[in-house]
């Protein structure tokens, strides 16, 4: 006859245990807000200041004269070319044209137009409020930016201190000033917005990429996305 069955000794089942969660950190009280981030920030790696910067340190000029930053001020900026892209080093000056809206409009800027030189899919003027772009000089014997592959929509790698934003070609300005750009656009590197009395006086490096375009233009996610992508191609090609 067999032994009777023993039953197998019981396994003690660990406890289940909540998942552990970082302690969530207070914001600063009195503290300036952040920067406003890019939409496309999270979808791919993006390439640092410093690399730009890096891509950019000597100037081959590709304008016949220099551009003044302010009107009455010593014309002391070239526009620079290299492989893939053209490039000025100057200040912001904020252009607060195109469609009004509560920050842009004829009562906050006294140089207010409701038009720019490059409208939307709907044939509205931009909105400086909300589309981050850059301004390039009329066409004129010192440089036309038709003749290197720019036009309405070229995609900008915008550089001011540690921080890189992208925005498109939006407007043009005076044929002899350089150095200028939506309120989006500053608002997102940090300078302040104001029409009448924000932007910085020097430290903003523009890299135009020759031969982009982002359509429609108003699309600032697909600008940040190409940005992004010519920015790397165009560190990338350093050597």
């Given amino acids: 006859m067999s032994p009777p069955a023993v039953a197998p000794p019981a ?11 970082a302690p969530s950190t207070p914001a600063a009280s009195g503290t300036a807000p952040a920067p406003r981030a890019e939409p496309g920030a999270r979808r791919a790696a993006a390439v640092s200041a410093a690399d730009l910067l890096a891509r950019v340190r000597t100037c081959t000029p590709v304008s016949r004269g220099r551009y003044r930053k302010d009107q009455g001020a010593k014309a002391t900026v070239p526009v620079c070319g290299t492989r893939g892209a053209v490039f000025w ?32 899919s709907d044939g509205r003027p931009l909105s400086s409020e909300e589309t981050p772009y850059v301004v390039v000089p009329a066409p004129s014997d010192v440089w036309n930016h038709r003749s290197h592959g720019v036009r309405g929509g070229s995609v900008v790698a915008v550089v001011y201190r540690d921080r890189v934003r992208y925005a498109v070609v939006g407007d043009t300005g005076p044929a002899d000033i350089i150095g200028e750009a939506s309120h989006a656009t500053a608002e997102s590197l940090g300078i302040d917005p104001d029409p009448r009395g924000g932007g910085t006086s020097s430290g903003v490096t523009y890299i135009v990429f020759e031969g982009s375009r982002v359509t429609p233009i108003e699309d600032h996610d697909a600008a940040v996305t190409e940005g992004k992508r010519l920015a790397r191609r165009f560190v990338d090609d350093a050597g």
């Fill in 11 to 21: 396994v003690p089942v660990p406890p289940v245990l909540p998942p552990v969660t």
């Fill in 89 to 120: 080093k100057a200040d912001m000056d904020i252009d607060c044209d195109g469609r009004p809206g509560p920050r842009c409009n004829s009562g906050t800027d006294p140089y207010f137009s409701a038009s720019t030189a490059y409208a939307q």
